[in-house]
């Protein structure tokens, strides 16, 4: 599980420069003014996006700007993690807490101290684990599982999330007085697709470090390529560019980035008159609604990290059905890829939240 310590330990790698963090679009200059004024004081900020957006990078660089940026930056993926171990992996425990607590061990609440702490995906916390995060965040304090006081830390919470918490909070599912907590400042990233005319920068980015890092000298790309890439519409986001700028530095050529283009292109309804001129109404919207219900059911597969039963109660299906629905449509963890999501599900999550 990624914990690290200092930036030289984030399992991503090396921070882009923020140049090519930021661009020049008119929302990341917005964010970037945000987090100027916020980096260096000790208050939470929720980092909002879709998935592949950078929401890492940004609490990395958070981290970097501030004022305990030599002390620890400790991550934690929590959906990663079994919500039965969850309590002691965050908080720790006391010897002879439970059975097999045959030492003592600090959580990464307390690795964290004077430094900052990363709360991954928060919206998948349980509630309980909610409310001793919102003792934290109030008072500075927290109860190691079999403790008999509580300790005081001093930690920068940085939280991200790719759901909408208003929702997870009418639903029930979320705190309110943690939310208001956590999201003292809220950092909103765009989605690639709003953020096109930095497409350029971040694609030289991409080309160069590869580059470096595999030996290879593959050229920027030709005009026509560039072209197909300011009109697709990167439901992956910038995790999806960074991949195929990969392989495509990997492997050398244009066609492997134009062949797999193709590929995950939005399947769009479409249908021929046959030569005896008979069109089955019937069948065809059948197959139409059969696209879109493949297309929805995805996306929110994707939003829901793969939880079939969260994704189930999203779409107000029975659990049965959404599986059902799956199998007819032939959706797995591969499809998505084709669909350009290019995200399968998550391996420590995948169905395992069911
Ligand atoms: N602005 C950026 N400039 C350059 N590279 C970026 C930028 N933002 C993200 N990346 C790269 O894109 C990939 C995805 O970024 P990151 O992991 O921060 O996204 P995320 O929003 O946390 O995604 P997820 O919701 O799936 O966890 C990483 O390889 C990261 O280095
Ligand atoms: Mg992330």
Not at 40 to 61: D, F, R, W
Not at 66 to 75: L, M
């Amino acid at each position: 599980m990624a914990s690290s310590v200092g930036l030289a330990g984030r399992h991503t790698g090396p921070l882009p420069p923020e140049a090519v963090v930021f661009g020049q679009t008119p929302g990341m200059r917005e964010i970037r003014a945000r987090l100027d004024r916020v980096a260096s004081a000790n208050v939470s900020v929720l980092i909002e996006g879709e998935s592949g957006t950078g929401k890492e990078v940004i609490a990395s660089l958070i981290h970097a700007r501030s004022p305990w940026t030599h002390g620890p930056f400790v991550k934690v993926n929590c959906p990663a993690i079994p919500a039965t171990l969850m309590e002691s992996e965050l908080f720790g425990y006391e010897r002879g807490a439970f059975t097999g607590a045959v030492g003592s061990k600090p959580g990464r609440v307390e690795m964290a101290h004077r430094g900052t702490l990363f709360l991954d995906e928060i919206g998948e916390l349980e509630l309980s684990l909610q409310a001793k995060l919102l003792q934290l965040l109030q008072d500075g304090q927290f109860c190691k599982i079999g403790a008999q006081e509580d300790r005081k830390v001093e930690v920068r919470v940085v939280c991200a999330t790719n759901r909408d918490l208003e929702h997870e909070i009418a639903e029930g599912l979320f705190r309110q007085d943690l939310y208001y907590r956590i999201n003292v400042v809220n950092l909103h990233l765009p989605p690639l697709r709003e953020r096109r005319a930095d497409l350029p920068q971040l694609i030289a980015y991409f080309i160069d470090s590869y580059n470096q890092a595999y030996g290879r000298r593959a050229s920027l790309l030709s005009p026509e390529l560039m072209q197909v890439l300011h009109r697709y519409h990167w439901p992956g986001n910038i995790r999806e560019l960074a991949n195929l700028m990969k392989r495509y530095v990997i492997l050398g050529n244009e066609e492997v980035v134009t062949t797999e283009l193709q590929a995950r292109r939005e399947p769009t309804f479409d249908f021929d008159i046959p030569p005896d001129g008979k069109v089955s109404l019937k069948a065809l919207t059948r197959q139409a609604t059969r696209d879109v219900e493949r297309k929805v059911i995805l996306r929110v597969l994707q939003v829901h990290n793969w939880n079939r039963r969260r994704a189930a109660k999203a779409l107000s299906i029975s659990y049965r059905a959404l599986l059902y629905k799956m199998r007819d449509a032939e959706v797995t963890a591969a499809s998505a890829s084709f669909d350009g999501t290019g995200l399968a599900p998550p391996v420590a999550t995948s169905y395992a939240g069911d």
